[in-house]
């Protein structure tokens, strides 16, 4: 099994490119962020509690968030992979993620952080507003994400540092599958090892 976090901004193309590995490996593409929009929009316990939270644009508190991710695992820990998009995003849930895996004798095998400058990914989000009308995605909410992401989700990058993970960067700000065949090229490289081994 192959455990990967793609990292990065609001913005950077985690939910895309998540989807086109997920297509490519056969993996679970794991967002947090779409399990929590689809809790609001079916009105449940946990929807009700976190719709304010969510639209504007602050972080869902890490209680909540580690009771979602220690459900999916223990439904998804004998998979072929695991993608995880937009989770961890504090330090607390790395340290939980890790935590989880290692009761199930997994680790994470790579980090690959996506690269996208602050104004393409304001352009992108409000193209993006335009067409699908995301309530997070205009102007004042995406500078306030983007101080939560600076606050609370790049320290995660340290952390990840500190203990020695398989982190690779990719520049985000290129064509949907250049960026693609960048990150396989990685994906493919875990999975070579992961047969010799
Ligand atoms: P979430 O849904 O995770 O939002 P986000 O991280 O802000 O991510 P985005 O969906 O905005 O961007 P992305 O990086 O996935 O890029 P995408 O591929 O979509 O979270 C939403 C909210 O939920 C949070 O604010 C928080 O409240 C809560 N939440 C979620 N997880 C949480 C957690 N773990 N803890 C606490 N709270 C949590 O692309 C963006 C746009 O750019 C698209 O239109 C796409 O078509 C376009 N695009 C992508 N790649 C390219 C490219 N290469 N070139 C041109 N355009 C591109």
Redesign the pocket.
Known sequence: MINIVLF???????????KKIADKYGFIHF????L??EEIRKQTKIGKKIKS??NS????P?DI?EEIVENFLKENCNTKGIIF??????LR?AKMLDEELEKYNLLLDLIIK?DVPEEIIKS??L??AQ??GRT??NEAIISK?LK?YYRDTLPVLDYYKQTNKNIVSIC?????DI?FNDICLHIDKILLQKMQI
């Open positions: 990065g901004p609001l913005g950077s193309g985690k939910g895309t490119q998540a967002s947090t962020g779409e929590l929009r939270i969510v644009g602050a972080l869902v890490d968030m998009d937009g989770f961890p995003r504090t849930q996506l992108r989000l193209y993006r067409k699908e997070d995605d994400r939560y985000g700000h290129r064509d949907v960026v």
